[in-house]
């Protein structure tokens, strides 16, 4: 059945944490909000004041959404269930994409909405997808799917990798993450949480933000993932979502929830400023990340925290230069080329063994190469020195002639160094990272 092997998928590489703890909704509303720990962190009362995320809708490509649990309603629009093929994109037994919906979107209830799960996105709208994935497949309609039905930002708090292809994806997701991109659509996605230098998919694949976790004093959380595409960090430690069935709540660990709260500052900064690129509105939240005191020093960007955590208000309030049409991202239409469109992944992966060997061929031909010609040059020098020495008669020629085994060594000729002069990448930085503290004081 193809659900249950969706499951099977999703059971193995979601990116919901060590830790999900399902509990009733008669938790008091003030201990639920001020579980939220990670909203005070994120200076979320002060960026409210500026933009809740009206007029932005967030994709969430996940398990479904729970459209009637009381923090949500009102919030989550008609998406679309790829396991079904209906417009009923509800959860069946898995409430990782509530809460991930919840912790971009949710607005709380009761009087002045102060009960329940507030979300960093609160007028944001959700389109719920369910997802459909197998190794075969991608998620590719899901991407162009949620691009042609009005998504300003895609969040897939999934990993997707298949470790039977070493990209990790089929030529079409790549296609669609570079649609997406080129629409205009941001793609925000999780590293994973195994702790390993090993980013998932599609966090791993150029034009999409790839979001690490960290913990409540701004350190990297232990099972994040990490590796040189991380971009930025945010949140991932005890992180209060909504639930299902009916009005539960959850409780979890993962940079699930690390790639919601990036996903919902996209949501504010795209309501603030509407005339800002996908990439510009990455810019921002990049030029603004800030790192927690132990990690001062380091060279940015770092395998695990890429360029610092998110600061919604300073990206909603700094005077940042909006800088290229993708900013940080990689261009999808270079970085993402797939000449070999509509081939499986085996292919791909044969092709790239292949051309491996044939670089390590090249490599030692022209080593070889390198060798003959010092060799004749070396040749030519002794046979020319013995010429020299018969000519003048032996060792009692003139006083200036070079004695054996002291003859200057020509330099060797090494092929393919030619020096390359360095191109200028803002995003290739700098020893000293930006100054900041975490958390931010208000």
């Not at 960026?47 to 969430?60: P, R």
């Not at 709380?108 to 497949?137: C, F, Q, S, W």
């Not at 020629?397 to 002291?406: D, E, K, M, T």
Request: charged share 20%; hydrophobic share 40%.
């Amino acid at each position: 059945m193809a659900f249950a092997r969706t499951m099977r998928v999703l059971s193995a590489t979601a990116l919901t944490g060590s830790l999900i703890l399902t509990v009733a909704p008669s938790a008091s509303a003030d201990q639920t909000r001020r579980d939220q720990w990670a909203l005070d962190a994120l200076q979320a009362e002060s960026a409210w004041g500026i933009s809740k995320g009206q007029g932005v809708t967030v994709a969430v490509i996940d398990t479904g959404v729970n459209a009637d649990h009381v923090d949500l309603r009102n919030n989550v629009l008609t998406g679309k269930d790829f396991v079904d093929g209906d417009d009923d994109a509800s959860p069946v037994d898995d409430d990782h994409g509530t809460g991930m919906a919840s912790v971009i979107a949710g607005h709380g209830h009761g009087a002045g909405a102060a009960d329940g799960v507030m979300g960093l996105a609160p007028e944001a709208k959700i389109l719920p997808i369910r997802i459909h994935y197998t190794a075969n497949t991608g998620i590719a309609d899901e991407i162009r799917y949620a691009v042609d039905n009005g998504a300003d930002i895609i969040n897939v708090s999934q990993d997707l990798r298949d470790s039977r292809f070493q990209s990790g994806a089929v030529p079409e997701d790549i296609e669609a993450i570079s649609y997406a991109l080129q629409n205009d659509v941001l793609i925000v996605a999780g590293v994973g949480n195994l702790g390993e230098r090993r980013v998932g998919f599609p966090a791993m694949s150029p034009g999409v933000v790839a979001v690490g976790g960290v913990t409540e004093d701004g350190s990297i959380w232990e099972k994040s993932n990490y590796g040189p595409e991380v971009l930025l960090t945010a949140p991932a430690t005890d992180i209060v979502g909504a639930g299902w069935p009916g009005n539960k709540l959850r409780i979890a660990d993962g940079t699930s929830d690390s790639t919601a709260f990036v996903s919902a500052a996209a949501a504010l900064l795209r309501s603030k400023f509407p005339d800002l690129t996908a990439g510009q509105i990455a810019n921002r939240l990049v030029k603004t990340a800030v790192l927690p005191g132990s990690a001062q020093g380091i060279s940015l960007p770092d395998e695990k925290y890429g360029y610092g955590s998110i600061r919604p208000l300073a990206a909603l309030t700094e005077d940042i230069p909006a800088g290229s049409k993708y900013g940080p991202l990689k261009d999808p239409i270079s970085a993402t080329a797939s000449p070999g469109a509509g081939k499986s992944g085996e292919d791909y992966a044969a092709e790239n063994e292949k051309a491996d060997q044939k670089q390590m061929i090249f490599l030692i031909v022209i080593a070889l190469l390198g060798l003959a010609v010092l060799g004749l040059i070396v040749f030519l020098i002794v046979r020319l020195a013995r010429r020299n020495k018969d000519k003048d008669g032996g060792p009692g020629g003139s006083a200036g002639y070079p004695q054996y085994g002291q003859q200057p060594v020509p330099p060797q000729q090494i092929p393919y160094q030619q020096p390359i002069s360095p191109q200028q990448n803002p995003y290739q930085q700098q020893s000293t990272p930006p100054h900041g503290q975490w958390p931010p004081q208000q």
